[in-house]
């Protein structure tokens, strides 16, 4: 019986660990369709929250261009493993922070696209002046 038990905690635990431990390249999520938001929020005060709220898991990437920013969410010290979401900000021409939040697809028990697009709407104007 125990040998059993072992073989079926094995069998679930390798899918679900594979569908944790996986990404995907920026280039993939690229050409994803993503979802659109705007906030109030500069792009500055995003970037600082959403770094907060993510932790290691938040890799930054700021362009040039001013107002234009990335944000590449993956696994922590794992992240060259690849990338779940990818979250373009882009200032506003009439001020805030045009949004846009792309998806892997793969799983993230703990990190939905619903709360990654949570985290966008809660982030306040100011906090980068904080």
């Known amino acids: 019986m125990t040998g059993i038990r072992t073989w079926l905690?094995?069998?679930l635990a390798a899918p679900l660990l594979a569908a944790c431990a996986s990404g995907t390249s920026t280039e993939h999520l690229e050409a994803q369709d993503g979802r659109d938001l705007h906030s109030d929020?500069?792009?500055?005060?995003?970037?600082?929250?959403?770094?907060?709220?993510?932790?290691?898991?938040?890799?930054v990437v700021a362009y040039p261009e001013p107002g234009k920013v990335d944000v590449r969410v993956g696994y922590g010290s794992r992240a060259d493993a690849g990338y779940s979401y990818l979250i373009n900000l882009r200032a506003a021409p009439r001020g805030g922070t045009d949004v846009e939040v792309r998806s892997a697809g793969d799983w993230r028990p703990?990190?939905?696209?619903?709360r990654v697009t949570g985290y966008v709407k809660d982030c306040k104007p100011g906090s980068a002046s904080r």
């Not at 792009?43 to 898991?57: H, T």
């Not at 703990?110 to 619903?114: A, K, V």
């Open 9 to 11: 905690i094995a069998a």
């Open 110 to 114: 703990m990190l939905s696209q619903s």
């Open 41 to 59: 929020a500069s792009v500055g005060d995003l970037v600082l929250c959403l770094k907060k709220k993510l932790g290691d898991d938040a890799t």
